[in-house]
């Protein structure tokens, strides 16, 4: 295997998108239950969740990279309960595992001497801004004091991902090269993944409850997500969604049946943003939960930003994709024997 000296990689495409429905209803995510509050005694800064060939893996690292699975599913099952525990288990477990291999490869770069520009490391971390924050650097950069992560570390962790993307591509260069009607059929297949998220728009009906109701002094959190819940039921038995939002919903679109148009996707909140654009039209979503309360939502109308072109950046990024599944279980046997030979310890979370 020869690896260039510079790896110079194209577009990666990541399907994640991120927590309400209003900006100014946006609160920051709940933090992952893997960050408690401060406790009486000493404080334990950034622990260790695994050790690889005497590498660490650090609880912030898991932390940060579950924030947004996190504040998604939060708002996804405001009760909590089994689906939302097997859900953020089976995401958990996959970024421990995720970071495990990563240190694996990142061995094997080392001894190869090869190296990664940092033009094309600023270049993925605006991507990975723009992708799970909607844009808002205000927001990354708070997630990222909330986990404990310096932006220093944060381009460490992102230049060892595209270090695992270079690898896994030099590792199979060998593949059979892709047929164009296997780079088709991959484009037709992501290109709405790949498309300028901040030109998304939605129309939608919406209900909102406070937790906090100042016109119903004796209303509760509780209470308020047990009538969001009936709610949902009334709906699915058929009443008139205007009719329950003029008479229950407590924001600015309350006297108009809740209807808001036209709403530019970096007006949301990424989590909900996320929840309700890979929501179909007329379907029923919520409650969903933030900090100020739970909301009922419908979409009506997703228009997405449009999908860049198959050429260019783009079109190396698709051929890499039909070439990393042609080679995948090549890639598993050979990420298997190195975890084989590597010297790994998982803490418990």
């Known amino acids: 295997m020869n690896l260039p000296t510079t790896v110079t ?3 990666v ?18 933090p992952p239950p893997t960050r408690p509050p401060p406790p009486s005694g000493p404080v334990e800064v950034n622990g260790i969740a695994a050790k690889v060939n005497g590498h660490v893996v650090t609880k912030n690292q898991i932390s940060f990279m579950l924030a947004p699975i996190y504040s998604q599913l939060a708002a996804q099952f405001p009760r909590r309960g089994a689906e939302f525990e097997r859900q953020f288990k089976v995401a958990r477990d996959g970024i421990i595992q ?9 061995d094997e770069f080392k001894v190869l001497g090869a190296n990664i520009k940092d033009a094309i490391i600023d270049e993925e971390v605006k991507r990975q801004v723009r992708e799970l924050f909607n844009g808002d650097e205000a927001k990354f950069l708070q997630e990222l004091k909330r986990s404990r992560l310096t932006m220093d570390g944060y381009r460490k962790m992102t230049r060892e991902k595209m270090i695992v993307q270079a690898m896994r591509a030099n590792q199979f260069s060998d593949a059979a090269p892709p047929l164009p009607n296997e780079i088709q059929a991959e ?18 009906k919406k209900i909102f409850l406070p937790k906090l109701d100042q016109d119903n002094p004796a209303a509760t959190p509780d209470s308020q997500l047990s009538l969001a819940e ?3 039921k009334q709906l699915n038995q058929g009443k008139d969604f205007a009719a329950l939002a003029k008479t229950h919903s407590r924001d600015a679109f309350a006297a108009q049946g809740g209807i808001q148009e036209n709403v530019p ?7 909900f943003a996320a929840i309700i654009f890979d929501a179909k039209a007329d379907q029923l979503l919520g409650p969903l939960e933030d900090a100020n309360g739970f909301t009922l939502v419908v979409p009506t109308r997703i228009d997405f930003g449009p999908a860049p072109a198959l050429d260019g ?4 990024m698709i051929e890499e994709r039909v070439r990393r599944k042609k080679t995948s279980a090549q890639y598993d046997r050979w990420i298997q024997s190195r975890r084989k030979r590597a010297m790994i310890e998982i803490k418990s979370m």
């Open 9 to 11: 990689l194209g577009l």
């Open 13 to 30: 495409a990541i399907g994640a998108h991120v927590g309400t429905l209003q900006a100014q209803q946006a609160p920051a995510p709940v």
């Open 98 to 106: 995720e970071l495990i291999d990563r240190q694996i490869i990142i």
């Open 187 to 204: 484009y037709d297949a992501i290109k709405a993944t790949l498309r300028d998220t901040a030109k998304d728009r939605i129309s939608f």
């Open 230 to 232: 009936d709610l949902t």
């Open 265 to 271: 996707r970096p007006d949301l909140s990424p989590e």
């Open 313 to 316: 950046k783009v079109r190396d």
